[in-house]
């Protein structure tokens, strides 16, 4: 069966895995996680649709990724390979994909792109975790986030200016508030059904509780910096040009009503 190339972008810490996870909690995706990470580099594009027949995306080779074991990396993704045959929609996802639009465009002509942008305090937040428990180089601090989070913005304005496919989500209306993501879901052709739902009830939980501890990182510093250098006027393109701006939300809810409570 002919599939829909569908690829996730956004700056890092800005939601790429958990949105990642929950399209393809509908059985008709299938997406991989940084599954041809090395080929989608700036300089080195070498992505083509054969990466995506059966036997070549499931079987990892040398030089794919910076990972050699495809189920092991895709543990919470079960099931993709016996879905593969009836699946309408195929892709991978890589934050920085927004580097290289052109090259996708040209090898995916009708590829479909799902760019996720989330609150620059957030990012910087998770930036400032990560090389608190060292899992980053101190180099890329809360202060780096804000070059990440502006450069994804500017260059993925700059792409849907050109008439690209590519649609745009937010992290907060995805996983912080109980909008509906029919909008989304009916962008890449498949069904937000009762599967879907029933992922992002978990995965919201788990955003909520990681956020929480996350909004405490940003020191004074960190935070006049952001004021003083975050482009906030290319939010506001994007607000303009998310998916999910007309979808109803409910203002009752409680995730959300207690993040704003932490928050405040």
Not at 40 to 63: A, D, I
Request: proline share 4%; with cysteine.
């Amino acid at each position: 069966m002919p599939k829909q190339h569908l690829f996730i972008a956004g700056c890092p810490r800005s939601g790429t895995s958990p949105l990642t996870r929950l399209l393809a909690s509908n059985r008709e995706v299938i997406l991989g996680m940084e599954r041809y990470a090395n080929l989608l580099s700036v300089g080195n594009f070498k992505l083509t649709p054969e990466h995506f027949e059966e036997k070549r995306f499931f079987e990892v080779e040398e030089g794919d990724t910076f990972y050699s074991d495809f189920d092991e990396f895709h543990q919470l993704m079960p099931g993709l390979v016996d879905r593969y045959e009836t699946a309408k929609v195929i892709g991978d996802k890589k934050p920085s994909l927004y580097k290289v639009y052109d090259e996708i465009f040209e090898a995916f002509p009708e590829a479909k792109i799902l760019f996720i942008y989330r609150d620059v305090y957030s990012v910087a937040s998770s930036f400032q975790a990560r090389v608190d428990n060292k899992s980053w180089s101190k180099a890329k601090d809360a202060f780096l986030a804000v070059n990440d989070w502006n450069q994804s913005l500017f260059l993925t304005r700059e792409a849907i200016k050109q008439g690209r496919n590519i649609r745009c989500v937010d992290y907060e209306s995805i996983f912080l508030s109980n909008k509906s993501l029919k909008p989304m879901f009916d962008f890449i052709g498949v069904a937000y059904n009762r599967r879907v739902k029933k992922a992002l009830k978990k995965i919201r939980l788990r955003s909520l509780a990681l956020g929480t501890k996350r909004e405490l990182l940003l020191t004074t510093e960190h935070r006049q910096y952001i004021d003083d250098n975050a482009n906030f006027f290319m939010s506001k393109f994007m607000a303009k040009n998310n998916v999910l701006s007309e979808a109803p939300r409910n203002h009752n809810n409680p995730l959300l009503r207690f993040w704003k409570w932490c928050s405040s």
